[in-house]
């Protein structure tokens, strides 16, 4: 009975001052995800400035935002490219002018094949060499030490196993899924698009 006074005044006292270590190593997985997701999201964000740039001047050039059809490219395709262009927003610091022909679409649109396959080269090489540790070990210490702290703080091992499933550790398979390539864009396909 003293043992159980002393163990909830001690409950009290964590609680009024500081969350339960189980909450805490909740917090600490959550933290190192999103601390992850914001380092690639402004890597991201950095190395799709050339393509941003490169879409807009072809869909300005083409006329494609009012004209879909206009990109010499299939419907797939197409809908993909316009669909980037209003996600990204890219704002051009100067007027383009129209493409006065088939020739000069071909152009702009192989700097944009380009621009994509540089991008995923290098976003692909990024993800790579993204160091995985930090979010891993948290995860490791929490799939290790949850249940067992949550079953501290609440005095019952079914109501710490409730709802508990071990995290995955994440591999950058994770991040790839999260953060796709950008479409490839095939030069000889636009070029026949382009004389038909």
Known sequence: MQGDEELLTFQRFMLAFDSPAYLRRARQVEAEWTHLVAHCERERGRLLEMPRLRLAQLIAATGAERHPERLPVDGGLRDSLLALHKEWLTALRAAVPSAPNAAAVAALLENVGDSFARFNRRWEMFLTGV???PVNRAREGYNRYYVLEKECAVRS???ALEGFEPLPMVSSDDLRELFPPLPQ?????????NSV
Do not use: G, Y
């Open 185 to 193: 864009i095939d030069s000889e396909q636009a070029a026949v698009q």
């Open 131 to 133: 160091d995985l540790t």
């Open 157 to 159: 091992e079914r109501t």
